[in-house]
């Protein structure tokens, strides 16, 4: 990697064939969204037709992620997973930064190599990504695979004039190098200190909350970075390129440049990143909130200052907070992805975490997480109904995934287009189960010939998804199977859908503490209430009621709850 190499287009990367819908929908015209430096809800024109590059920053791996952590990735998921929802072709770029002072003096600490730590706690995020239904990246860069690429964009900032080293008395290069502020005048546009814009709420929450272009004093959220401390520096404002080592850095975690051995500045690793994989400018970079200052606003100043266009948008996540402050390790009030998932089911931890908008703060609690558990046994409930009403025509998984944007209720899409309201777009997927609801309890113990009411009808009217050719027009079946489509698209969309993986794969949405007992007592109970379940599914298929509650009655009375899923019926002990 260097100059003489062109950044890597990853515009054409394939993505699952699910996902990659073959053009860009209507709707996509009337797609909104916020952005940071603007303080605006804009509408959303790609920079390249059918084509989105995003830029997330991921993890610092220096311990296991917390739900803190984890809420980023999942509202960055569905801001992608709308976009495939559209019809474009996205990029999605998310890193790893598997250096820095955290990791390092961590992994001393614990009399571990740094890289050896780096890299256990990056299998922990992708093991919590995935069991969230996250998306994996189209790309996931280490930092420390990309030092060329940084050290080359700091001799271009160097160049032009907007960089540099710091000699020792005998003139030879220390190894630090920082950005000269002064020398760039467009630096604080991101947020906004010439108050060139107005400060919106939700900027105003995050400064009076976190970091913040006008807080002086120790920042609790984002410790100095020891380099930026430096008396070397020439404005207080200059922060670190590249910068020399400690005593105790590992000989392994530093790297020979033109300007010293050192390792590199924080800030510097998403311009070169973001560079090499989606070139000269892209759609999107986002972050959740904390990152805004100092992170972004340097980025974007020493991307610009070494000659290569910015994000045309910034997106950023709100926090989770737990009773009203925000959650963060250093704070004592981190919850773990692993802990979590130990009482609640993987579905209803992302359901929670994506439950409001992603510039909202997100308040983890108990109740959100019961709310969370409602939502999931009414979805299912309606679902498994369904499906057993239609049987053997229920619709499959590649047929929800193929619906386009286009063949959406309106009211998701509207919500879905303004800035992701992800409330408005679950309002509009539950007024779906009512309506689907209303039609199951009308239809009864029948399923065609049935006149359904006109209130009904003119319900139903918005949920025109095609349906098999085995279907006679207008027919209950046909109605209650569009309703399903729609209600389970607009699921998948968010990544919800209960059919879907991991979902599937996982059982009961995800499970619940799954390996946590596998003595000989526990085989017994599984095999012998499992023919208890089977008897009681085969009851319900032949719409024998009565015998399926009867089965139910007997394990309860017995100790035994049953929840049921679109995928099956699970068992616990009282």
Known sequence: ???????????????????????????????????????????????????????????????????????????????????????????????????????????????????????????????????????????????????????????????????????????????????????????????????????????????????????????????????????????????????????????????????????????????????????????????????????????????????????????????VTTKGEKMSKSLGTGLSVPSVLAEHSAWVVRYALGSVQYRSMLEWSDQALVEAQAAYDRVSNFIERAGVALGDLEPTREEIASVSADALPGDFVAAMNDDINVSGATAAIFTAIRVGNTLLSQLGDKVDGVELDADLRTKLAQYHMDYPAEFVAESAKAELYQVLVAVRAMLDTLGLDPLAEPWVSDGAAGGVGAGADESPEHAALEALIGEQLTARAEARKARDFAKADAIRDALGAAGIAIEDGPQGSTWSLK
């Open 1 to 319: 990697m260097g100059n003489s190499q062109e950044p890597q287009d990853f515009s054409n990367s394939v993505m699952p064939s699910s996902l990659t819908p073959v053009h860009v929908a209507k709707a996509a015209e009337a797609l909104s969204l916020y952005d940071t430096a603007s303080h605006q809800v804009s509408r959303f024109v790609p920079l390249k037709p059918g084509k989105v590059g995003i830029y997330v920053c991921g993890a610092t791996v220096q311990s296991s992620p917390h739900i803190g952590h984890i809420r980023a990735a999942v509202a960055f998921d569905v801001i992608r997973r709308w976009f495939l929802k559209l019809g474009y072709q996205v990029t999605f770029v998310r890193n790893v930064t598997d250096i820095d002072d955290k990791i390092l003096d961590k992994a001393a600490a614990a009399g571990q190599r740094w890289w050896a730590r780096a890299y256990y706690y990056e299998r922990e995020f992708t093991q919590a990504y995935n069991t969230l239904g996250v998306l994996p990246p189209t790309v996931e860069p280490r930092a420390t695979g990309h030092m060329s690429d940084m050290i080359d964009m700091i001799q271009r900032i160097i160049d032009n004039g907007h960089g540099y080293v710091v000699l020792d008395e005998n003139g030879k290069p220390t190894g630090n190098v920082y950005f000269d502020v002064a020398s760039w005048p467009h630096y604080g546009e991101l947020t906004h200190q010439k108050q060139t814009a107005e400060v919106d709420e939700a900027a105003a929450v995050a400064d009076r909350m976190g970091p913040s272009v006008d807080a002086t004093g120790a920042d609790k959220y984002n410790p100095v970075d020891p380099a930026d401390a430096s008396p070397d520096k020439r404005d207080p404002r200059d922060f670190a390129l590249w910068k020399a080592p400690k005593d105790t850095d590992p000989e392994d975690a530093r790297w020979s440049t033109p300007f010293g051995v050192g390792r590199p500045g924080w800030h510097i690793e998403c311009s070169a990143m973001s560079h090499r994989y989606l070139g000269d400018g892209f759609d999107i970079h986002g972050g959740g909130l904390d990152l805004r200052f100092p992170h972004h606003e340097n980025e974007m100043a020493q991307t610009r200052a070494a000659g290569y266009p910015s994000a045309a948008r910034w997106m950023h996540s709100a926090w």
